[in-house]
């Protein structure tokens, strides 16, 4: 298994583009989250889904668009790039009938930079 | 909402034990979790605490009181390779359960 899987691993943006970051996991898991990483400030949740046609906002979605049209897929959208969304973002998984829903599994992470 | 809080920093030297404290607010617990993260890597999961008590997992143990929103990680025999930032995160029921909201992490550093 490949686990969870993001591309890609560096980018860099102009303020006003818009890009998609992939997220992909291999566990037939039902949650997906995506996270974002600034310093100082933890992980802070921006969307997730509880399974396929699901999705919520978390704590901090503004900005940002989410579809999960399959189990395996979850990408993530910036309309429209800003510096305030340069960040390290991380992808997760966890929860199917033959695994725990308490551990999450990260990807390793998208490092965004907006100029 | 949530909040979670939990020490910056915690510092150590290579065989003490070490005890991470992490107080929590949630509208509705399901359970409190640790994860470990190294520099420029991905958070790794350590343990979940859902109910009262402690959890063991080799060097490492994992409390919660639910009654006091209170939990810790306690980290014995420590070794310069658990040099790493320590994250507790709750799951409750504004995610549905699911997704986690962390705290802000505690960077522990182990010297020689």
């Known amino acids: 298994n490949a686990g969870v899987t993001q591309t890609p691993k560096f980018q860099v943006l102009k303020t006003g583009q818009s890009m998609t970051l992939q997220c992909a996991q291999d566990?037939?898991?039902?949650?997906m989250s995506w996270y974002r990483q600034d310093p100082g400030m933890g992980l802070r949740l921006i969307h997730y889904?509880?399974?396929?046609?699901?999705?919520d906002q978390g704590e901090v979605p503004n900005g940002y668009n989410v579809s999960r049209s399959t189990t395996e897929d979850f990408p993530l959208r910036l309309l429209s790039a800003a510096p305030s969304q340069t960040s390290v973002y991380f992808c997760?998984?966890?929860?199917?009938?033959?695994?725990?829903?308490?551990?999450?599994?990260f990807g390793p992470g998208t490092r965004l930079t907006v100029l | 909402g949530q909040s979670l809080e939990q020490p910056s920093e915690v510092t150590a030297v290579e065989g003490a034990i070490v005890q991470i404290n992490c107080t929590y607010q949630?509208?509705?617990?399901?359970?409190l979790s640790w994860y470990q993260q190294h520099d420029g890597g991905a958070p790794t999961f350590l343990s979940y605490?859902?109910?009262?008590g402690l959890e063991e997992t080799g060097r490492f143990s994992s409390f919660l009181s639910r009654s006091d929103s209170y939990g810790y990680l306690l980290l014995q025999e420590l070794q310069m390779k658990d040099s790493a930032s320590y994250f507790c995160?709750?799951?409750?029921?504004?995610?549905?359960?699911?997704?986690?909201?962390f705290g802000k992490g505690t960077t522990l550093s182990v010297s020689s």
């Open positions: 997760a998984s966890s929860g199917n009938r033959d695994a725990s829903y308490n551990e999450q599994f």
């Open positions: 566990m037939n898991h039902e949650y």
């Open positions: 889904s509880v399974g396929a046609g699901i999705t």
């Open positions: 949630t509208s509705g617990f399901y359970g």
């Open positions: 605490n859902a109910l009262d």
């Open positions: 995160a709750v799951r409750d029921e504004d995610q549905a359960g699911t997704a986690l909201i």
